[in-house]
């Protein structure tokens, strides 16, 4: 027998955890949220002390509770953003249960789903699962074994963590571009790799790239239009907020490197293409840029001209001729910062309702297991699902498919 049964179970309290208590909520379904540790742990606990959120205060939103600010254009601080999220569990009194871990997941023959957790077994009839997109920090098991100082972006704090010398970040997405940039401006030597990246102007035309997203319903394309691509934009929140240009990185004396491919004997091969990278990243960047200029030409909208954004600036000499192996010893460096992504962890879902790869295969949102339903994913409807702005719409659609299953 189990020790609970409740109508909805909501695995996860971070926001989407509570904006799909909110919804349930709205249409008077009962329900309980689980969370394994505190309300918005992974903004407590996996985020580093300069972080700045990457979205425009302007744009920072949940369901009928606007974000508080006093510069619209400004970027927050984790600490606002826990704030934020924090008074929205007070205005939402989600019935959560925090401290309490789901060890597994199933469901008995045609009938109710059993979690098994930490504080006994709980069977409900509808299972969200809101655990969010970034789970498990990703770390190349071939360079595991280097002797230096090693660890992932999620663990990273500040520059004082890593001991004395040069550091090497390893990935030039988002979160890897803007905590080199922090330990440049820090006095450190830093070599950045990077492979394969979407670089998006911060602002464009007098406006943010969020708002020009949004203008263009570029957020509200679905999975099935944007195609096989999953590189998401390399953009900042950090000094202001700012365009990630790896050549200005390197003018500043960032040197930067290929992909990382295998380590022996204390130093680093290096894959060719970083001159590759960089041109497609170009073309993202300025396929954008055409792609505004056309909508505002075709909407006749009244915006400046913005002859600057197209400037680029001279190939530094680390791209000219690139480094192929890299001497950690000789070059000085003592810690590696892996910024090389996260995976999903659902290992403890029993359900036949995840790929080769471990990931959610449902469809947006709705699994093919009646009743289990996944929320908070990068797209799992549309661009923007996993933005906070976004996860009310899709969060509204799993609630009102519950309530039709009752």
């Given amino acids: 027998m189990p020790d609970e049964i409740t109508q909805t179970l909501v695995i996860g309290g971070g926001q989407a955890g509570l904006v799909m208590s909110h919804r349930l909520k709205q249409r008077g379904l009962p329900h309980l949220v689980l969370e394994r540790h505190r309300i918005a742990e992974r903004w407590r606990s996996e985020r580093w002390d300069g972080l700045?959120?990457?979205?425009?205060?302007?744009?920072?939103?949940?369901?009928?509770?606007?974000?508080?600010?006093?510069?619209?254009?400004?970027?927050?601080?984790?600490?606002?953003?826990?704030?934020?999220?924090?008074?929205?569990?007070?205005?939402?009194?989600?019935?959560?249960?925090?401290?309490?871990?789901?060890?597994?997941?199933?469901?008995?023959?045609?009938?109710?789903?059993?979690?098994?957790?930490t504080g006994g077994s709980i069977e409900a009839d509808n299972v969200v699962v809101a655990t969010g997109p970034y789970q498990r920090g990703v770390i190349p098991?071939?360079?595991?074994?280097?002797?230096?100082?090693?660890?992932?972006?999620?663990?990273?704090?500040?520059?004082?963590?890593?001991p004395p010398g040069a550091v090497l970040v390893a990935g030039g997405g988002a979160s890897g571009a803007q905590i080199a940039e922090e330990l440049l401006q820090a006095g450190r030597r830093v070599y950045l790799s990077i492979a394969r990246h979407r670089r998006l102007p911060r602002r464009y035309r007098s406006r943010d790239l969020i708002w020009w997203l949004a203008e263009m319903q570029l957020d509200q394309i679905?999975?099935?239009?944007?195609?096989?691509?999953?590189?998401?934009?390399?953009?900042?929140?950090?000094?202001?907020?700012?365009?990630?240009?790896?050549?200005?990185?390197?003018?500043?004396?960032?040197?930067?490197?290929?992909?990382?491919?295998?380590?022996?004997?204390?130093?680093?091969?290096?894959?060719?293409?970083?001159?590759?990278?960089?041109?497609?990243?170009?073309?993202s960047y300025t396929t954008f840029l055409d792609t505004v200029d056309e909508y505002v030409k075709r909407r006749r909208l009244e915006l400046p001209e913005d002859a600057g954004a197209r400037v680029t600036?001279?190939?530094?000499?680390?791209?000219?001729?690139?480094?192929?192996?890299l001497d950690l010893a000789a070059e000085g460096i003592t810690s590696i910062i892996w910024a090389t992504g996260y995976g999903v962890d659902f290992g403890w879902i029993d359900l036949p309702v995840l790929d080769a790869r471990g990931e959610a295969i449902h469809r947006n949102g709705i699994s093919a297991v009646p009743g289990l339903y996944f929320l908070g994913l990068q797209w799992l409807s549309k661009m923007s699902s996993s933005f906070l702005s976004g996860v009310g719409d899709d969060a509204a659609v799993l609630a009102d498919h519950i309530l039709a299953r009752r």
């Fill in 313 to 325: 600036l001279p190939e530094p000499p680390c791209i000219a001729a690139p480094i192929r192996r």
């Fill in 141 to 162: 098991d071939v360079l595991r074994e280097l002797s230096v100082f090693q660890v992932h972006a999620a663990a990273y704090k500040n520059p004082e963590q890593l």
């Fill in 222 to 283: 679905t999975p099935e239009e944007r195609g096989p691509a999953r590189l998401g934009p390399v953009i900042s929140g950090a000094y202001g907020g700012r365009t990630i240009d790896f050549r200005d990185f390197a003018a500043r004396g960032m040197v930067l490197l290929g992909r990382l491919e295998a380590a022996h004997d204390g130093a680093i091969d290096i894959a060719p293409g970083l001159d590759k990278s960089l041109a497609d990243g170009d073309v």
């Fill in 52 to 117: 700045k959120f990457q979205f425009p205060n302007w744009s920072v939103r949940l369901p009928d509770f606007p974000f508080p600010h006093s510069d619209p254009d400004a970027f927050s601080d984790t600490d606002t953003i826990i704030r934020y999220i924090e008074d929205y569990a007070a205005f939402v009194e989600p019935p959560v249960r925090c401290g309490v871990e789901v060890t597994r997941l199933s469901q008995r023959d045609g009938g109710r789903f059993v979690a098994e957790t």
